[in-house]
């Protein structure tokens, strides 16, 4: 195989990046991080992801993918001698498909819709999240998941949920958010245990007190903002 | 193989509907489409698709699949023997889960808020919009679109977007939606033209009349709503 040349443009604290942390590191691919500050945006960001201007942007061989999800597919086609991410019944791979649309919609957008709103409004949002919560529990039980979607492995609808498991102590702190117990979603609170100690999670994940600051950070931009 | 049961819940006004069909049609798949009536939704509808309880729903051999665009990644994988729907190199794979996000986000998704909205919402979203078109425009010339997103034969991308353009005349009577001129996005134009001539879109696009007729009594319904 041709030498690599592997880049990521990413943010340390964006739990998309670390999507595609998570799914480097499970395939093993050796990669180099560039830390994006942001504000301004670098000319390599601006160039690579021209549609969105947002990190993280893969840069392979040259060649650059953005959006979080799109690079975890990639990933996973570019380098298929490790441990796919997806399994090869095509109504299963369907059914990765479902629950990983499903966490980005449901549980990572109305995680942030309840985080910035106010109110009624933030009270209906965590309550449609905890539902949320107990219909990927559903999820979870059909794919008897061990304790990942993927098996015992991780793949591509657990790269998907992980990083709200990094998250997960600054959502409850600062934006109130409510889980199932684990007697209510056994699944949901076994996978978030075998997460934390995943290999690719301890790279990936960012330190839980600087996570923490940054979060407050943001509660106070959205408390500014009407 | 095996004999195959095929049924399609579907409601012939559905630009999501319509991405099912497309899909099954492009693959030359026999399947039984069942008219959902939507109010009661059947006892079928809610069983087959418990989250979200909504069309189109695959019933393939008994497994159900929700959710149109893991439908059409479905057919694509259980019916391999025809044309697939996606290019084989990895990157160019990942540019059409790309385009077609972007399609669902950026074009659909800023319709219907454009349909919906009033006043100045309105008129920011139909610039928007606008904005977005000529931005879908660079994606066509990226892939050199000949003229769709697939090539010759319609695939992942080009199924996406394709029901938008059987709503193209209701979305611009009624929601007022503006597209860049046939010299700002000539490859836009082209696909809208080639598919509307496509043996798939003669199945999936209802009647031009009924489709306006229908959009008639969805613009009342937006206009009573605060």
């Given at each position: 195989m041709a030498a690599e040349d592997v880049k990521l443009l990413s943010f340390w604290a964006s739990p998309f990046a670390m999507r595609a942390i998570l799914a480097l590191e499970a395939k093993g691919v050796k990669y180099e991080l560039i830390e994006e500050t942001l504000n301004p945006k670098s000319q390599l960001l601006l160039e690579s992801n021209p549609v969105y201007k947002k990190i993280p942007v893969l840069l392979h061989n040259g060649k650059a993918i953005p959006e979080s999800l799109v690079i975890v597919l990639y990933v996973d086609e570019a380098w298929?001698?490790?441990?796919?991410?997806?399994?090869?019944?095509p109504y299963a791979r369907a059914m990765i498909h479902f629950w990983s649309d499903f966490i980005d919609k449901k549980i990572f957008e109305v995680t942030f819709r309840a985080a910035k709103a106010k109110g009624e409004e933030k009270e209906a949002a965590l309550k449609e999240l905890y539902d949320n919560f107990l219909t990927l529990e559903s999820g979870f039980i059909k794919f008897d998941a061990k304790p990942f979607f993927n098996g015992s492995s991780i793949g591509y609808a657990d790269i998907c949920l992980a990083p709200f498991v990094a998250w997960l102590p600054v959502f409850v702190d600062l934006a109130g958010i409510r889980l199932p117990t684990a007697e209510e979603a056994p699944h949901l609170h076994k996978f978030i245990g075998a997460i934390r100690e995943h290999p690719a999670a301890k790279v990936a994940f960012p330190d839980e007190e600087k996570l923490a600051a940054f979060g407050r950070i943001l509660q106070q931009r959205w408390a500014a903002s009407t």
């Amino acid at each position: 195989m041709a030498a690599e040349d592997v880049k990521l443009l990413s943010f340390w604290a964006s739990p998309f990046a670390m999507r595609a942390i998570l799914a480097l590191e499970a395939k093993g691919v050796k990669y180099e991080l560039i830390e994006e500050t942001l504000n301004p945006k670098s000319q390599l960001l601006l160039e690579s992801n021209p549609v969105y201007k947002k990190i993280p942007v893969l840069l392979h061989n040259g060649k650059a993918i953005p959006e979080s999800l799109v690079i975890v597919l990639y990933v996973d086609e570019a380098w298929p001698e490790r441990a796919g991410f997806f399994p090869k019944d095509p109504y299963a791979r369907a059914m990765i498909h479902f629950w990983s649309d499903f966490i980005d919609k449901k549980i990572f957008e109305v995680t942030f819709r309840a985080a910035k709103a106010k109110g009624e409004e933030k009270e209906a949002a965590l309550k449609e999240l905890y539902d949320n919560f107990l219909t990927l529990e559903s999820g979870f039980i059909k794919f008897d998941a061990k304790p990942f979607f993927n098996g015992s492995s991780i793949g591509y609808a657990d790269i998907c949920l992980a990083p709200f498991v990094a998250w997960l102590p600054v959502f409850v702190d600062l934006a109130g958010i409510r889980l199932p117990t684990a007697e209510e979603a056994p699944h949901l609170h076994k996978f978030i245990g075998a997460i934390r100690e995943h290999p690719a999670a301890k790279v990936a994940f960012p330190d839980e007190e600087k996570l923490a600051a940054f979060g407050r950070i943001l509660q106070q931009r959205w408390a500014a903002s009407t």
